[in-house]
């Protein structure tokens, strides 16, 4: 007797899926996991070519939006190739499941993934630029327009097409557009009366303006929206989440006291809210690593092995970084954390070990991945061996741009950096004796008085010929200690090739 069909559960939740049952789908965690005290795993992002549009707008009206054959296309471009892979090694469910939700039934959400997907098809992995692009351009201008013209939207609904705002100045490099998005995100939020399901996303977001020259007082605090680690930590994603508050409060903290610590203001004793801050936030780190330690008794070897759970803890180790250095002016202080230094580079390593078994990392990514985290490391760590190594390492597992953390550029003035202030020329044959420990690089440290403080760029690029190869170059100012403890600007330029 044949045996009476089912049908098989095929989208949802991880634990969903594995329970073969039918998932609600609610964005980051199902409720129906929550209900029966379950831990969700949250959402894997569908294979590269996977999507059909049935399957994509299985929860949608019937009757789609017009689109003509090029949306069409951009639309697919997007769910299958540029959704998956913009949040980098972490859970990409926002981009391929709330966006998709979203996309269909908001026009100007609609309007804003069309330019990014054009953006994103047309964004140079070797240039970290996009071109004039008419359809993308149009899009975007459409997307603004819905946006003004909406009659009271959902705060949500705002949120979403504010974060996809971000991520389409993200790909044209325009920083100051940027910043202004997420300020006005940060803003709605901080201004909506119940707490909204993209308050962590937000709360990512708001470390990127404090990079890049944001004024503080412009960025408003996400405190009171922050997940609070509660015991041991039920997903990647919780962790994530929770993390995210401590470093943007870490990173808050270290623009409110650089010009201190550089050498710029004269030297006073910090405040005492910044005292206060800084032995909350080492507890709260403490307490982070240990959750998330526990958390990790509960998977496997090669689960904590995965470059998500490895970001993590890279970005926890240069949080602690941050936070226990940031009240203390120089830089001499960064010598006493090589053992740290040491573990960020042995826990990068396994990352690209196990990325080397995956996909190659993305053009583009729209969270912070390892570019940052790696180039501080180059900058503050002033042992030659690990230095060199963690500019090795952003090479293998850098997305050329994050948000707006543009490798390339990253990779020139970190080599410019440890080429000052070793008095040497980084060559292959130098970087080659090192990493096979011919030179282990660890005999001395750079005085004081030849440490790089810090580095500004000045806005555009001068473009250049070279032998027929088009160059582009931009000017760098380095801060560097003069006569008398202060601190002078060393101007030169850096180029790149377009």
């Not at 090192?434 to 440290?445: C, I, W």
Request: glycine share 6%; hydrophobic share 40%.
């Amino acid at each position: 007797m044949a045996r009476k069909g089912s049908s098989k559960v095929k989208t949802g939740c991880t634990t969903c899926k594995i329970r073969k049952v039918k998932c609600d789908e609610t964005w980051p965690q199902c409720l129906r996991c929550k209900k029966t005290g379950r831990t969700c795993d949250g959402y894997r992002a569908p294979p590269t070519g996977s999507l059909s549009w049935d399957v994509l707008l299985r929860r949608q009206p019937s009757v789609a939006p017009a689109c003509d054959v090029a949306e069409l296309r951009s639309l697919a471009f997007f769910h299958q190739v540029v959704a998956p892979v913009l949040s980098g090694p972490f859970d990409a469910s926002f981009w391929t499941h709330l966006v998709a939700q979203v996309t269909h039934h908001e026009p100007a959400a609609r309007h804003a993934v069309l330019a990014i997907s054009s953006f994103f098809e047309d964004f140079s992995a070797a240039t970290c630029r996009t071109s004039d692009n008419p359809f993308a351009i149009g899009h975007y201008n459409q997307a603004i327009k819905r946006v003004v013209t909406s009659q009271a939207p959902d705060v949500d609904t705002v949120l979403v097409v504010c974060i996809l705002f971000i991520c389409i100045e993200f790909l044209r490099g325009d920083q100051e557009a940027a910043i202004n998005h997420a300020r006005h995100g940060i803003r709605v939020l901080g201004a909506a009366r119940a707490d909204s399901k993209l308050a962590a996303v937000f709360c990512h977001i708001s470390i990127f303006p404090l990079f890049f020259g944001g004024a503080i007082a412009d960025v408003p605090s996400l405190t009171d929206h922050a997940p609070k680690v509660t015991g041991t930590f039920q997903s990647i994603i919780e962790a994530q989440h929770s993390l995210d508050a401590y470093a943007t409060r870490a990173v808050r903290l270290v623009r409110m006291n650089e010009n201190f610590q550089i050498g710029i203001e004269p030297q006073e004793d910090p405040s005492a809210f910044m005292m206060d801050e800084q032995r909350e936030l080492e507890v709260a780190f403490e307490e982070w690593g240990k959750s998330f330690a526990r958390f990790q008794t509960t998977r496997s070897l090669e689960t904590n092995k995965d470059p998500a759970s490895l970001a993590l803890k890279i970005r926890w180790s240069v949080g602690k970084i941050w936070v226990r250095s940031c009240l203390t002016r120089g830089e001499m202080i960064y010598d006493g954390f090589q053992p740290e230094f040491e573990s960020i580079i042995n826990m990068a390593r396994c990352a690209l070990a196990n990325m080397k078994t995956q996909a190659a990392p993305a053009k583009f990514m729209f969270d912070m991945g390892f570019s940052p985290l790696l180039h501080f490391v180059v900058l503050k760590c002033r042992c030659l061996r690990l230095r060199v190594a963690a500019q090795s390492l952003m090479e293998g597992l850098s997305c050329p741009r994050e948000s707006l953390w543009n490798a390339i550029t990253m990779l020139v003035i970190g080599k410019r950096v440890i080429e000052i202030e070793h008095e040497m020329e980084l060559t292959p044959e130098t970087i080659g004796a090192l990493e096979n420990g011919l030179d282990t690089g660890d005999a001395e440290l750079p005085a004081d008085e030849v440490r790089v403080r810090g580095y500004f760029l000045d806005d555009g690029y001068e473009v250049l010929d070279s032998d027929g190869v088009a160059m582009r170059r931009r000017c760098m100012s380095l801060l560097r200690l003069g006569p008398g403890d202060t601190i002078e600007t060393q101007r030169e330029w850096i180029t790149v090739r377009t």
